[in-house]
């Protein structure tokens, strides 16, 4: 059943959807024996989508569920604007994320120099507000690396379970899912998304989850998903959510 719901073909607007780069990422894929890869560009290169090559390039690659989806940025005051773009195409899955505090990219090494003189929990609070803020929004299927607020590994003095307690009960209420995003792993520090206690709140509340590699190169996809799965069952998990046209379908661990 091995899935790969978060992957960035375009990473940073380096490349394009040509059917040969997109090649890559469905090669690797299949290389690391996924049987559902999802493509999950960001919003911000939405005029660099191309669907038609995306389904030229998947056609070579029968063996693949390929998803079409995309990650959003979350900004309080977007809503409508975030909607419309949610709406103008059939995705299969749609990814909310929160990358950015009141227009600063605190996951962004070059904006790094903003978090002097934070409060560590302060910020922590104040990124779960935003996040339970996209939940309710209901405009989301999937949240993006749950906990990305620790990307540096600053950590808050407060549990963070607590701390990201109203985000956690909204994910329940709103039927949205949380992936394990293993890239943190490669991140300074150096653990997935969510952190295991946060995953345990997850399972005990009945929140969903999917897995994801956030891979911005077709080396990443794919990459320590068999980790993912282990530390989901580690917690409990048996299965994992894949999308069709924004519709919810359970995956068993072991099939
Ligand atoms: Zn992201
Ligand atoms: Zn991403």
Redesign the pocket.
């Known amino acids: 059943m091995p899935v790969d719901y978060?992957t960035?073909p375009l990473a940073h607007g380096e490349y394009a959807h040509s059917k040969e780069h997109l090649s890559l990422f469905f090669e690797q894929a299949r290389k690391m024996g996924l049987k559902e890869i999802g493509l999950?560009d960001?919003d911000r290169f939405r005029e660099d989508f191309c669907f038609e090559t995306i389904k030229e390039a998947a056609r070579s690659f029968p063996d693949l569920q390929v998803k079409v989806g995309i990650?959003v940025d979350y900004i309080p005051g977007k809503i409508e604007k975030i909607s419309q773009l949610v709406d103008e195409y059939p995705w299969d899955f749609v990814i909310g994320?929160v990358h950015f505090i009141d227009g600063w990219g605190f996951d962004n090494p070059d904006e790094i120099r903003g978090y002097e003189g934070k409060d560590p929990d302060e910020l922590y609070s104040r990124y779960y507000d935003y996040l339970a803020e996209a939940i309710q929004s209901k405009l989301f299927d999937i949240i993006?690396h749950f906990d990305l607020i620790k990307i540096f590994n600053l950590r808050p003095k407060e549990d963070p379970v607590k701390l990201a307690q109203k985000a956690l009960d909204a994910a329940f209420d709103a039927g949205v899912c949380v992936e394990i995003n293993t890239a943190g792993r490669y991140k300074p520090v150096g653990e997935m998304y969510p952190e295991k206690r946060l995953l345990q709140a997850c399972y005990e509340r009945g929140v969903p989850i999917t897995l994801s590699s956030?891979a911005h190169h077709p080396a990443h996809v794919g990459r320590d998903i068999d980790q993912a799965k282990a530390l989901a069952r580690r917690v409990g998990y048996h299965k994992a959510v894949r999308f069709s046209a924004r519709q919810k379908d359970y995956l068993s661990f072991s099939a």
Request: charged share 25%.
């Open positions: 978060h960035h999950a960001h990650e994320s993006g956030d």
